[in-house]
């Protein structure tokens, strides 16, 4: 089965959401993509978890989990959108929290065949992201390019 994930900046994108629509579309009919993978920490994060919301809605035999970067507790509890599941990887308890987020990324990469990117800037970590999924030989799909 395919897996998909997300990276983008984290200020804007909603502008990217009906093609991020059209994009998992065509991703679960013509490319038979059923699993996806979605941070918390952004608004591309919430964009891209508003359009896994409808894309489950429309093809519900797919799943979807957000990925968190921190242990779930009441203190640093975050909300999603539509409370979708979550997962927490094995092993990223090990990890210092200054440095959680950029393991959570890298495990989302290890797991993805395809990785969506909205990247606006070389100098961001959505881009350094972006560099280390296509470093791996991931299929790397830019709506950046594509927004005017």
Known sequence: MSCCTFFGHSSG???????????????????GVQLFYVGNHGHFDRVAECALEWAKDHYPHISYAVVLAYFPSNKNKEETFFSPPTLYPEGLEKV??????????????????????????????????????QSKGKDVRELSSHIL
Not at 97 to 116: G, L, T
């Open 13 to 31: 994108g909603w502008e990217t959401l009906p093609l991020l629509k059209d994009l998992l579309a065509q991703l679960i009919e013509k490319e």
């Open 96 to 133: 210092p929290p200054k440095f959680a987020i950029s393991a959570r990324n890298r495990w989302m990469i290890d797991q993805a065949d395809i990785v969506i990117t909205y990247v606006r800037s070389s100098s961001t970590r959505a881009a350094i992201f972006k560099k280390i999924a």
